[in-house]
């Protein structure tokens, strides 16, 4: 066991794990220890720039679950764009869960977004589920405000799969979406342009939402297919 290992199993939580294994049912239960996300990025802030850390990086595939989500949190903490850039790349094809894609915000994504449009399309190309998810996520989290482009969920929109976890990010884009640029996203949902389950989907979620009014509520409903 290596020293990072034996610190991570020092801050298990036999109960969280339970937790945390059932939803995420495709890792095996053996390969979660079960630590709360805020202390696994308490422990990436602690060792980031060590010589442990950096050997941890450079030491793929892991095991454990939270290792995964060690690792990037580790690359949250990476300042420089261009490093940041290299190890999320070299760490997108090793993810295997929801959870740690999700979870991933390098900073230094916020502060170059032109440079980071050109990654996020190409990485929601990619034939691995979990970097089109990211990529996905990324044009989510980032370029929904100001920096938005009829472009991305154009492009989004026409990728075609049958990856349940990637079906899911892409309504969870659209209904996001619906919320932060409602009339522009609407003809999307009203011209049917995603599969029914990915359009009942995107509905569903942008209808939990309190972003979004009663009126518009009413209205996605009616827009169902089914």
């Not at 300042?79 to 999320?88: G, H, Q």
Request: aromatic share 12%.
């Amino acid at each position: 066991m290596t020293e990072i290992q034996k610190k991570l199993f020092s801050m298990q939580d036999v109960e969280y794990r339970d937790f945390s294994a059932a939803l995420i049912p495709n890792i095996q239960k053996e390969r979660v220890i079960g630590i709360r996300v805020p202390a696994l990025r308490r422990l990436a802030k602690e060792i980031h720039n060590t010589k442990a850390a950096n050997e941890f990086l450079n030491t793929l595939p892991h095991y454990y679950l939270e290792e995964n989500s060690l690792h990037a949190f580790l690359i949250e903490q990476i300042k420089d764009y261009d490093k940041a850039i290299l190890e999320t790349e070299r760490f997108l094809p090793f993810i295997d869960n929801w959870a740690t894609c999700d979870s991933m915000r390098p900073k230094a994504f916020a502060k170059n977004l032109k440079q980071l449009e050109v990654k996020a399309i190409e990485w929601t190309k990619s034939s691995h589920t979990y970097t089109a998810r990211f990529g996905i996520e990324a044009l989510m989290c980032y370029y929904l405000g100001d920096a938005f482009s009829l472009n991305h969920p154009k492009l989004i929109a026409e990728i075609k799969t049958d990856e349940y976890y990637l079906k899911m990010m892409i309504a969870w884009y659209f209904a996001t979406a619906l919320a932060k640029q409602y009339i522009l996203i609407l003809p999307f949902i009203e011209n049917k342009v995603l599969d029914k389950w990915t359009h009942n989907k995107a509905i569903q979620k942008a209808v939990e939402s309190n972003r979004i009014t009663d009126r518009q509520k009413e209205y996605l409903k009616a827009l169902k297919i089914k």
